[in-house]
């Protein structure tokens, strides 16, 4: 047999290698059992694969993307498996790898229930443990059609290669590719196992998942497509090394405690009534109060900063969102028109940045007033899709905390270092610390403006995010239509990855709307602008910061900032002349004067997370003092009433993170 030139590719360092032609890409990392595929000239393949002469081999560890979207992706092979052996009615959709997991659709005569899911847990054990070979095979249309002739949705994905969308087929080999075959083979005898549709590449064999769980169940049209049928879809999650699963399960289980969803009902924050509709909050008083220390806070600190505060109305005439392009852009979502009688197409608001256009151009505007700062907390409409409608975090009406900045060209780039510089100081506030940046540059196939003017808008964001030291990481194509833009994202108490506040340069709706001002020379010129928002949405943020602090609120925050507790109901009066006082120094003061005993009133305030109770006794209310009692369970004994106030009032002006 001839040889081959293989070069072998580790990081920056490559190594030439002269093998046997026919020799694998298993062949040459032997030992190796943390590498469960190949990258061959910039394309994954199977450790089956025999590399041609020259070309490019670098190893996949099961650790890296890739390996982790291989290993959860041969284990929703391993899932369906499992489940047409149980199930042998059950059809077949698309089983590809998530963040953090995988799922897999199939057409099954009722849902799911969990003592299925066990089944199939047990039923993959068994499978993983056979050690079954993952193969693949190029076949034509015809032969998959023949081979595949009881199952439907392949048939249909088969239908479209060659011009599906990754969320089409996320299983199948698309855009004129080869069409593929997997068969899952016994290791002792070859014998076929199971089979599907499907692009791979896959793990050399089943024994390489070495640690998975199931889920959950859930509901799923085919394709995502209302029109289509109902399929169920079964998630899981697998993953390197058991502590890892089991590290990933802790996670989940803290987050489920922390679920803003959860956490505002107990606590007695906001609902969602059926009544109103999905997406669609009420706040209750402590959630409302929450969210106006948020406010509050936030209006002062741009009023520092030079911004003016605008209002604008909820509806407009659609002729509006023509002229700002959202209606070519955006229609998808925004609540449909509403059809009034001056015969006129009325839209909720999906944005404020159209409505602030008509208020800079109410009347002639000279660079003197250069930059111009309008703020506004603006609610606006979306019709979200009920399937991804979540909590506060994705809803159909929400609060923007929205600025549009109007500058000159060369007031640019100091203003956007300044509105970064200012957006990430307000977010420490709040104790979010931990963050990256991400750029978003043009969509090639939505945008309005000239490629000159999207270029220089990104490269001018790109400096000034350079300037803030923070990581920097690309998002192609991820722009809004009218300009690119840089994204906080920002990680919270146990690492989960959130974007807040978004700075985006836009040429062009000031070309659209014809803003103009009054130049030094008296010559009209263009402005430009600066769509930004901190918060993202009000009620976003406030699920991120629920979530953040468990629903433990810094002093500043609390919708209760301390309760008193008497220990018997002599001591209420004392409580509340301390209340009153502290309530007078704007402090948020309640007295719990029921007929619960002493320790079951510290074990209620506890569970609804008050910072402080103020416990008083007899020797309190003789000395004039009274006790803290601290969130953590520890506890400070006489102090002077003055000074326990002052104390709570020095914790909230400093936001101290307690």
């Known amino acids: 047999m001839s040889d081959v030139r293989v070069i072998i590719q580790r990081d920056s360092e490559r190594e030439e290698h002269v093998v046997t032609t026919g020799t694998t890409a298993a062949e040459l990392f032997p030992g190796q059992r943390t590498v469960v595929a190949a990258r061959v000239d910039g394309e994954l393949r199977d450790l089956a694969y025999a590399p041609k002469d020259g070309e490019v081999v670098e190893p996949v560890e099961i650790t890296s993307e890739d390996g982790l979207d291989i290993l959860r992706h041969s284990t929703a092979h391993v899932m369906a498996q499992a489940v047409q052996e149980l199930f042998p009615e059950a059809k077949l959709g698309i089983g590809p790898p998530v963040k953090d997991g995988f799922y897999y659709d199939f057409d099954v005569e009722r849902p799911f229930t969990p003592e299925d899911l066990k089944a199939v847990e047990k039923k993959m054990q068994e ?93 799923a049209y085919w394709r995502g497509s209302e029109k289509n049928p109902m399929l169920q879809r079964i998630y899981g999650t697998a993953w390197p090394t058991k502590d890892q699963l089991k590290a990933h399960l802790e996670f989940l289980e803290e987050a489920a405690k922390r679920d803003h969803r959860k956490l505002g009902n107990e606590l007695d924050l906001f609902s969602f009534p059926d009544e109103i509709g999905p997406g669609l909050a009420v706040f ?84 003197r007033e250069l930059p111009l700062r309008l703020f506004e907390f603006g609610t606006v409409y979306r019709y979200e899709k009920s399937g991804v409608v979540h909590g506060l975090t994705r809803s159909r009406g929400f609060t923007q905390d929205d600025a549009h900045i109007y500058c000159t060209r060369e007031q640019m780039a100091e203003e ?27 969509d090639p196939e939505k945008f309005v403006g000239s490629d000159e003017a999207w270029e220089e808008a990104t490269e001018t964001l790109r400096q000034v995010a350079e300037k803030q030291g923070l990581p920097l990481v690309p998002d192609p194509g991820g722009a809004a239509f ?58 976003r943020f406030f699920a991120v910061l629920l979530e953040h602090y468990a629903g433990a609120f810094p002093v500043w925050l609390a919708p209760v900032q301390a309760v008193g507790i008497p220990i018997g109901d002599t001591h209420i009066p004392y409580l509340q002349e301390f209340a ?11 007295v719990d004067a029921s007929s619960d005993r002493m320790q079951k009133k510290i074990r209620n305030h506890q569970k609804a997370k008050v910072p402080f109770m103020v416990i008083v006794g007899d020797d309190d209310m003789n000395a004039g003092t009274v006790s803290f009692r601290h969130r953590d369970g520890s506890q400070e004994n006489g102090i002077p009433r003055d000074e326990a106030i002052a104390k709570l009032v020095d914790l909230v002006e400093r936001r101290v993170q307690v």
Not at 286 to 305: C, L, P, Q, T
Not at 417 to 429: G, I
Not at 580 to 590: N, P, S, W, Y
């Open 127 to 219: 499978i993983q443990k056979r050690g079954q070979r993952f193969s693949r095979r190029v076949v034509t249309d015809e032969a998959a059609r023949a081979e595949l002739a009881d199952e439907p949705y392949k048939l249909e994905l088969i239908g479209i290669k060659g011009s599906a969308s990754s969320d089409d087929g996320a299983d199948v080999e698309v855009g004129g590719g080869e069409l593929t075959i997997y068969d899952n083979l016994d290791p002792k005898t070859g014998d076929l196992c199971w089979k599907d549709l499907c692009r791979g590449p896959h793990l050399p064999t089943t024994r390489f998942i070495p640690a998975f769980k199931l889920m959950r169940n859930a509901a």
């Open 482 to 539: 009218y300009g690119p833009k840089i994204s906080v994202q920002c990680k919270d108490a146990i690492g989960r990855t959130w974007q807040m506040s978004t700075v985006q340069l836009d040429f062009n709706l000031p070309e659209r709307f014809d803003l103009e001002y009054t130049g030094p020379d008296g010559t009209k010129q263009r402005p430009v602008m600066i769509h930004r928002a901190l918060f993202g949405s009000i009620e």
């Open 416 to 442: 956007l270092d300044r509105t970064l510089t200012f957006v990430l100081n307000l977010l420490r506030d709040y104790g979010l610390t931990d963050f990256y940046l991400e750029l978003s540059t043009k």
């Open 580 to 590: 009153a006082e502290a309530r007078k120094k704007g402090l948020r003061v309640e």
């Open 284 to 367: 209750h008083p402590k959630g409302g109060v929450i969210r106006r220390a948020m406010e509050d806070y936030s209006r002062r600190r741009h009023e520092e900063e030079g911004y003016e505060f605008v209002y604008s109305p909820h509806a407009t005439k659609g002729k509006l969102f023509e002229k700002s392009g959202h209606l070519d852009w955006y229609a998808d979502g925004m609540y449909p028109p509403m059809q009034l009688d001056d015969g006129v197409d009325y839209y909720l608001k999906p944005m404020n940045c159209p409505m602030h256009n008509l208020i800079f151009d109410a009347r002639g505007r000279s660079y």
